[in-house]
């Protein structure tokens, strides 16, 4: 996502679980804002804090980086309208598939959708010790531009 999407140098992580994306984008120089329902054990992170409840995004955060629970990832990005200029979404490409959904693409705020050529290693809960394995799910970076109408691209990893 860094390499091709010109993310602003402060976000928020507001699902940072245990700070994947978080430890990233601190090594790119970011400042991130990182928060999460729960307490993950991600480094410099604020726990118990809601998104979906959440009414202004952290002051001078101009972008939302995250990886959400796929079971929210709708709510959360209909959130993320309310709340800041842009928002990056790593997700199941899958999402692009509901008719409920169709709106979050038709609105022309969807900017650009970075699909993975390649399989991600499956992502497992916290504490998992098991196996790492491909995924069979196939997963892209959904970027959106809330301030801007514009005609999204799709275009994959190189």
């Not at 992580?13 to 978080?22: D, H, L, M, S, T």
């Not at 809960?125 to 801007?148: I, Y």
Request: proline letters at 6%.
């Amino acid at each position: 996502l860094l390499a091709v999407e010109p993310v602003p140098l402060t976000v928020w992580e507001p699902a940072c679980g245990p700070g994947a994306i978080v430890g990233v984008l601190r090594a790119s120089g970011r400042a991130v804002c990182a928060t999460d329902l729960v307490d993950y054990g991600c480094h410099d992170s604020a726990a118990r804090r809601d998104f979906l409840m959440e009414r202004e995004a952290p002051a001078g955060v101009p972008a939302i980086v995250t990886n959400p629970p796929f079971k929210l990832a709708q709510q959360f990005v209909e959130h993320a309208r309310s709340l800041v200029p842009q928002t990056y979404m790593l997700m199941r490409l899958a999402f692009l598939e509901a008719e409920r959904r169709r709106s979050l693409f038709d609105g022309g705020d969807l900017a650009r959708i970075y699909v993975f050529s390649r399989r991600l290693p499956m992502m497992h809960r916290a504490g998992w010790e098991g196996r790492k394995a491909n995924s069979g799910m196939a997963f892209a970076w959904f970027c959106w531009d809330f301030a801007r109408n514009v005609r999204a691209e799709i275009r994959w990893d190189q």
